[in-house]
T-cell receptor
Framework: DAGVIQSPRHEVTEMGQEVTLRCKPI?????LFWYRQTMMRGLELLIY????????DSGMPEDRFSAKMPNASFSTLKIQPSEPRDSAVYFC?????????????FGPGTRLTVL | LAKTTQPISMDSYEGQEVNITCSHN???????ITWYQQFPSQGPRFIIQ???TKVTNEVASLFIPADRKSSTLSLPRVSLSDTAVYYC????????FGAGTRLTVKP
């Protein structure tokens, strides 16, 4: 298995631009998580889906952030408009249907820089 | 959600056993205890998970006392490559990563 796939790996954009991050979970996994990591705030859970349905989006910073999971093999995290404080590494993770969400498999992350 | 407390940092030397303790006083009956490892520029990686007593795999051991209010991750004979941040998580479903413990292994 290829593991969790994220694209792009690096993104540099200017303030005000729209940014879309993409994630392909591991086949057969039914939970998907989006995280953001910065030195100041550590690893923060933004949103997670179970069976393509958003379960908890309380970690989404504000209305500029949105996430979708149109099917079991694809999810997007969109920031519109982007701001310099959104600069961070964004991780996607997935987990299998074993009764708990605890064993999460993380992707390599997308390093976002907003100038 | 059960809150976890673990040391911010620890130092060790190659070949030593390292024990990292995590406190989770308000752990719920259905909660599992899970540890992750994160190297710089990588996503966290699952190490071990347990519910009670002792769990051992090829990487580490996890000790959980009867009251489950704490847990200890044990790394046998660490090497330089074990330098990483170690996170303790408690939950059944939704979880939160804390600050973790930054382990530095010295030669």
């Amino acid at each position: 298995d290829a593991g969790v796939i994220q694209s792009p790996r690096h993104e540099v954009t200017e303030m005000g631009q729209e940014v879309t991050l993409r994630c392909k979970p591991i086949s057969g996994h039914n939970s998907l998580f989006w995280y953001r990591q910065t030195m100041m705030r550590g690893l923060e859970l933004l949103i997670y889906f179970n069976n393509n349905v958003p379960i908890d989006d309380s970690g989404m910073p504000e209305d500029r952030f949105s996430a979708k999971m149109p099917n079991a093999s694809f999810s997007t995290l969109k920031i519109q408009p982007s701001e310099p404080r959104d600069s961070a590494v964004y991780f996607c993770a997935s987990s299998p249907p074993r009764g708990t969400y605890n064993e999460q498999f993380f992707g390599p992350g997308t390093r976002l820089t907003v100038l | 959600l059960a809150k976890t407390t673990q040391p911010i940092s620890m130092d060790s030397y190659e070949g030593q056993e390292v024990n990292i303790t995590c406190s989770h006083n308000n752990i719920a009956t259905n909660d599992y205890i899970t540890w992750y490892q994160q190297f710089p520029s990588q996503g966290p990686r699952f190490i071990i998970q347990g519910y009670k007593t002792k769990v051992t795999n090829e990487v580490a051991s996890l000790f959980i006392p009867a009251d489950r209010k704490s847990s200890t991750l044990s790394l046998p004979r660490v090497s330089l490559s074990d330098t990483a941040v170690y996170y303790c998580l408690v939950g059944d479903g939704d979880m939160r990563f804390g600050a973790g413990t930054r382990l530095t292994v010295k030669p």
